[in-house]
């Protein structure tokens, strides 16, 4: 088992920045990826940006291209998700959720929500305009 707990969630402006950390305890060492989502109100759970774990490939939604980065710190069990020049529509409950190493990944699914099985408690993004 994992457990994930996510941090640095608030209220920003439009054009402000936050930093959200997610830390994993447990079977770290099982981990494959490590990815962040999003869900706003009225909508579906989406990937923003999921990381590799033991190579640290990454992958982002267009909506976040050029403004989010996703990061890990191997040593410290840690994920985090730079968040640049945010949008009022960035504003969402931001999870971290992570796949187990051995888990076949079907091909194109590495940012479908069914594909991860560890998931944080989420922590609330704000931004205002």
């Known amino acids: 088992q994992v457990q994930l707990v996510e941090s640095g969630g608030g209220w920003v402006q439009a054009g402000g920045s936050l930093r959200l950390s997610c830390v994993a305890s447990g079977r770290t060492f099982g981990l494959n990826f490590m990815g962040w989502f999003r869900q706003a109100p009225g909508k579906e759970r989406e990937c923003v940006a999921t990381i590799s774990w033991s190579l640290g490939s990454t992958y982002y939604a267009d909506s976040v291209k050029g403004r989010f980065t996703i990061s890990r710190d191997n040593a410290e069990n840690a994920g985090h998700l730079q968040m640049n020049s945010l949008k009022p529509e960035d504003t969402a409950v931001y999870y971290c959720?992570?796949?187990?190493?051995?888990?076949?990944?079907?091909?194109?699914?590495?940012?479908?929500?069914?594909?991860?099985?560890?998931w944080g408690q989420g922590t609330q993004v704000t931004v205002s305009s």
């Open positions: 959720a992570a796949v187990p190493s051995g888990s076949i990944i079907p091909r194109g699914s590495i940012m479908d929500r069914l594909t991860y099985r560890y």
